[in-house]
Nanobody, 123 residues
Framework: QVQLVESGGGSVQTGGSLRLSCAAS????????MAWFRQAPEKEREGVAC???????SYADSVKGRFTISKDTAKDILYLQMNDLKLEDSAMYYC?????????????????WGQGTQVTVSS
């Protein structure tokens, strides 16, 4: 079992920055792959960024060059540094984890999810 707790969301103007954190507790085997997803009202959930224990990192095209995912493996905390935020980045952001290492880490099923943290970008 894993518990994921996100923090760091908030309101920011366009061009601003936020840093999201996701603290994981439980069996680290189940956090070998971790990812950030987001969902805006009336839109489908989309993968934002992911990282695996073998060093794979992937980003959605919409955030490449602006967002950076990282993980403090010793503390089992996942981060998402978000810079140059745009209106379309507004969404609920969720942290997710799984033990699976194979396949694209933004695809497939994640077994554990946090409760989400809201990011609101305004002009």
């Amino acid at each position: 079992q894993v518990q994921l707790v996100e923090s760091g969301g908030g309101s920011v103007q366009t061009g601003g920055s936020l840093r999201l954190s996701c603290a994981a507790s439980g069996d680290p085997y189940n956090t070998r792959s971790m990812a950030w997803f987001r969902q805006a009202p009336e839109k489908e959930r989309e993968g934002v960024a992911c990282v695996t224990a073998v060093g794979t990192i992937s980003y959605a095209d919409s955030v490449k060059g602006r967002f950076t995912i990282s993980k403090d493996t010793a503390k089992d905390i996942l981060y998402l540094q978000m810079n140059d935020l745009k209106l379309e980045d507004s969404a609920m952001y969720y942290c997710a984890s799984r033990s699976r290492l194979w396949g694209h880490c933004l695809s497939g099923t994640y077994d554990y999810w946090g409760q989400g943290t809201q990011v609101t970008v305004s002009s």
